[in-house]
Nanobody
């Protein structure tokens, strides 16, 4: 599976961005997909994940109610709608996919990673 993340940028506090992840190379509906982020000097952390069919989603507590993960299997796309952005959301965001339909929250569960897209939230 090849993954290509896009949609990052610079936004003010309270603004919104939508990240996209384009996938190719495998039956995408069989792959749970997640978004992770890594801020400078910190470890990569879980943000959100969605099951292969799209019926199950999980979020880290700090983004619940602000971020929405979704997918369009017909287009092999996964999205992360980010609203009410805060400076602490600043990080490089990565999409990832795993060889299983059930979503997970651990970095080690994921088999494929995109290149990352920078999100910067100014105060």
């Amino acid at each position: 599976v090849q993954l290509q993340a896009s949609g990052g940028g610079l936004v003010q506090t309270g603004g919104s961005l939508r990240l996209s992840c384009a996938a190719s190379g495998r039956t995408f509906s069989r792959s749970a997909t997640g978004w992770f982020r890594q801020a400078p000097g910190k470890e990569r952390e879980f943000v959100a994940t969605i099951s292969g069919g799209g019926s199950l989603t999980y979020y880290t507590d700090s983004v619940k109610g602000r971020f929405i993960i979704s997918r369009d299997n017909a287009k092999n796309m996964v999205y992360l709608q980010m609203n009410s952005l805060k400076p602490e959301d600043t990080a490089v965001y990565y999409c990832a996919a795993k060889n299983f339909v059930v979503p997970g929250t651990a970095v080690t569960e994921y088999d494929y990673w995109g290149q990352g897209t920078q999100v910067t939230v100014s105060s």
